[in-house]
């Protein structure tokens, strides 16, 4: 099945969850209301509501439950972002200027705040205590990773095991937990939850490290802003960390990784990245990404054969393969 015919299947669920999204966030002040829809407007593939909706697919599917669980993770995904985008100093995001970029880093930094607030706001409103313990692990881990990617930027001496604990935190984390309480929501058992938790872990490692490969080798209008933007902030991706251990490239990589921090990022990254598109570092970087999409296909084998069953792995295929 293609991508669009799974959203096209799910388009009644997807658009109630989509107008929950505006009515939770719109706001009576003017500028924060503005700011705030911003980033919702610009879209986005809602691919943790959709983990929310089909993983529930395995209990009783109750959307009213299940929105308010995509809600609540979507929002907290969005005010990353709008963090993200202030940490990383970053002018564009799917293609349109970010808030930081139109307002300023103090208006983005509230109106993340706001949009948290907003989630837990919805949260509120689910009885399971279990549900409200896995978020609120779940946004201290993320910030935790956050934390460490700030530490380490820059850092050319980082391991390749550090690099994965971080996306662990930063983006898997939350496809993992969309997958998990799309099934505790809709009450399908904790067997279910489980694998579906560590599909979704999976997965997620397969999303970033595309994302990252995407960085290096994509375009800018694939990926909605300049290629190279992760390294020009001095974040160390995986493709960059397995470049710089292939001899042919290493020393000068290092050279040009060193000059650009001189430069606090604002020097030319060409030359990274023609020397990471010619070093080894993208195939085996892409090569770690299948290992990933397979344990989470694997993780799948216990479940009921549903149709939601094959629609997660199509899901998952597209994620691994998905040059946008």
């Known amino acids: 099945m293609k ?32 700011t705030a829809l911003h980033l919702l407007k610009a879209g986005g593939k809602r691919i943790r509501p959709v983990f929310v909706l089909l993983s529930g697919k395995f209990g009783n599917g109750q959307i009213e439950v299940l929105e308010k669980i995509a809600v609540t993770l979507e929002l907290i995904h969005m005010a990353s972002l709008v963090h993200d985008d202030v940490i990383d100093d970053a002018e564009t995001r799917r293609g349109q200027l970010t808030v930081k970029a139109k307002w300023d880093n103090r208006i983005a930094m509230y109106t993340g705040d706001y949009i948290h607030g907003k989630a837990l706001t919805v949260a509120t409103d689910l009885e399971d205590p279990a549900i409200h313990r ?13 934390m460490e990617q700030i530490r380490d930027f820059f850092n050319t ?9 971080r996306i662990r935190r930063k983006t898997a984390l939350l496809i993992a937990i969309s997958c998990q309480l799309g099934a505790l929501g809709a009450e399908s058992g904790h067997a279910s939850a489980a694998r579906l938790y560590r599909f979704g872990y999976n997965i997620g490692m397969v999303f970033q490290i595309r994302d990252d490969l995407l960085d290096i080798c994509g375009t800018e209008k694939q990926i909605g802003k300049p290629p190279g933007s992760d390294i ?53 970087a892409d090569h770690m990404a299948t290992r990933y999409m397979e344990k989470a296909i694997h993780a799948l084998a216990g479940l009921p054969d549903i149709p939601a069953k094959k ?14």
Do not use: W
Request: net charge neutral; with cysteine.
């Open 3 to 34: 991508l669009l015919d799974l959203y096209a299947k799910m388009k009644s669920d997807l658009n109630r969850i989509e107008r929950r999204l505006e009515k939770t966030i719109t706001s009576d002040h003017a500028l924060l209301n503005e």
């Open 134 to 146: 896995i978020l609120s692990k779940a946004m201290v881990e993320m910030c935790i990773g956050e």
């Open 157 to 165: 001496s980082q391991s390749v095991r550090n690099y994965l604990l």
């Open 232 to 284: 020009r902030q001095g974040n160390m991706t995986l493709p960059v960390l397995l470049a710089l251990r292939d001899t042919s490239v290493r020393e000068p990589l290092l050279h040009e990784i060193r000059m650009l921090h001189e430069a606090e990022g604002q020097g030319d990254t060409s030359q990274i990245l023609k020397l990471i598109r010619s070093s080894k570092g993208i195939e085996q």
């Open 311 to 324: 629609s997660l792995s199509d899901l998952a295929y597209f994620v691994a393969k998905r040059n946008y």
